[in-house]
């Protein structure tokens, strides 16, 4: 089965540009999930998704962040304008369900660089 | 506050012996989940095991069990049998009812094993 699959990989960008980091969580999965990883801060969740509705993002730094999840099998998380802060890897992870014991499966991840 | 605190920063682990890592926990709630993550330099988050707090026997999993005490908040992660795949940066993590809902997955700062020869 195909796990969490995210893109690009690797994205270099300069300040000020729109950037667009996408997911496709397993499929069946209700939950899908944006962290990101800093070595400042560790791993933050940034926003959770179930059932493509938003429920928590709290963790989204600012409105210069936005998320989507148009349909069960695709999301996106975008940042406009960029800045060299946001250099971090973003990680995607979907569970099938929200219950205590389901397990987060995380995609390989997005690393980003601002110039 | 931090809620989940791995005090190890990083820490050196001979080939074939056993490793603990240290994993302990803030909560008022009965109910939560704990999990740990194994994180190798190429990247990737991998899910190594789950405990959840109504659980009375330990968790364990191949090669690695957790050390669960509940009156101590502690949640320790122990690998038996330590092999160079084991070189990864591992993370302790929990997760706590919210308004009816178990999204939120909250990460303590991460113990990087080394296993040698």
């Known amino acids: 089965d195909a796990g969490v699959i995210q893109s690009p990989r690797h994205e270099v960008t300069e300040m000020g540009q729109e950037v667009t980091l996408r997911c496709k969580p397993i499929s069946g999965h209700d939950y899908l999930f944006w962290y990101r990883q800093t070595m400042m801060r560790g791993l933050e969740l940034l926003i959770y998704?179930?059932?493509?509705?938003?429920?928590?993002d709290s963790g989204m730094p600012e409105d210069r962040f936005s998320a989507k999840m148009p349909n069960a099998s695709f999301s996106t998380l975008k940042i406009q304008p960029s800045e060299p802060r946001d250099s971090a890897v973003y990680f995607c992870a979907s569970s099938l369900g929200g219950a205590a014991e389901e397990t987060q499966y995380f995609g390989p991840g997005t690393r980003l660089l601002v110039l | 506050a931090q809620k989940i605190t791995q005090t190890q920063p990083g820490m050196f682990v001979q080939e074939k012996e056993a490793v603990t890592l240290d994993c302990t926990y803030d909560t008022s709630d009965q109910s939560y989940g704990l999990f740990w993550y194994k994180q190798p330099s190429s990247g990737e988050m991998i899910f190594l095991i789950y405990q959840g707090s109504y659980d009375e026997q330990n968790a364990t999993e191949g090669r690695y069990s957790l050390n669960f005490q509940k009156a101590r908040k502690s949640a320790n992660l122990v690998i038996s049998a330590s092999q160079l795949g084991d070189s990864a940066m591992y993370f302790c993590?929990?997760?706590?009812?919210?308004?009816?809902?178990?999204?939120?997955?909250?990460f303590g700062a991460g113990t990087q094993v080394v296993v040698t020869p």
């Open positions: 998704f179930n059932n493509n509705v938003p429920i928590d």
């Open positions: 993590a929990m997760r706590e009812p919210r308004d009816d809902s178990w999204g939120k997955l909250q």
